[in-house]
């Protein structure tokens, strides 16, 4: 037993209004693994055309607490506050089907929550799901290769550590723009981004808290999700 320990037992047993400076350390921050519950997410956009908006799902209803928890058993206190996306043309030569581009006033979610430290706060972490599109999967393969070309050129001139994660997370393909970001990826006709944050203990000191949280919890998410789409 620590000598803290000790004397903070030795005040229990004397003094107990003394105890206020022996309040012990937060509980060691627990990870844990995707484990799917929800529903299929199983969009059925028509061949070579894009989803129209109105049948985007509501992205703050695509991560249940009971998945969060999964990944993060401490978490409490979960809200989600919905993020507008606003969807462009693929191909801007040719004109959009109706209904197809505009804003998803929750095309994106982000999850906000408390997880253990020294220093309490209700929501120290957070979680965002971003859809940013919903097509012909054909359609989606080419915008996210295109969107991952650019991020690697970019990488190389803004010295990011870009990387290539492929299908290692259960999607069709994913790629961190940099190490301390959160995952691009697709799966069949969604492509998607996660991102998020915490300044819990547990997590680490910055930068490296940015690269644990990507590690350790925003692919897990991913592979939450890759797990219930098609």
């Not at 400076?21 to 519950?37: R, V, Y």
């Not at 990944?71 to 030569?93: G, H, S």
Request: proline share 8%; with cysteine; hydrophobic share 35%.
């Amino acid at each position: 037993m620590s000598r803290q320990k000790q004397f903070c037992l030795a005040l229990a047993l004397t003094v107990p209004l003394m105890l206020a400076g022996c309040s012990d350390e937060p509980p060691e921050l627990e990870f844990g693994k995707a484990k799917a519950s929800g529903e299929p997410l199983a969009a059925q956009p028509a061949q070579g055309a894009s989803l129209p908006l109105a049948q985007w799902p509501n992205a703050c209803k695509v991560l249940s607490d009971k998945e969060i928890r999964a990944i993060l058993p401490q978490a409490t206190d979960v809200e989600r506050q919905p993020v507008k996306v606003t969807i462009i043309n693929f191909n801007p030569m040719e004109e959009s089907d109706p209904g197809t581009t505009g804003d998803v006033p929750a095309g994106g979610c982000e999850f906000e929550f408390g997880l253990p430290a020294k220093y309490e706060s209700e929501h120290n972490s957070s979680v965002k799901v971003t859809f940013t599109a919903i097509a012909d999967p054909a359609l989606v393969r080419e915008n996210y290769t295109e969107d991952r070309d650019d991020a690697s050129k970019d990488a190389g001139k803004y010295k990011k550590k870009f990387q290539d994660l492929g299908n290692s997370l259960g999607t069709d393909g994913c790629y961190f723009p940099d190490v301390s970001d959160g995952p691009v990826c697709h799966q069949g006709p969604y492509q998607f981004e996660v991102s998020g944050m915490s300044t819990a203990d547990g997590v680490g000191e910055y930068p490296k808290a940015d690269q644990n949280w990507s590690k350790k919890v925003l692919t897990e998410v991913v592979r939450t999700l890759s797990a219930r789409m098609p």
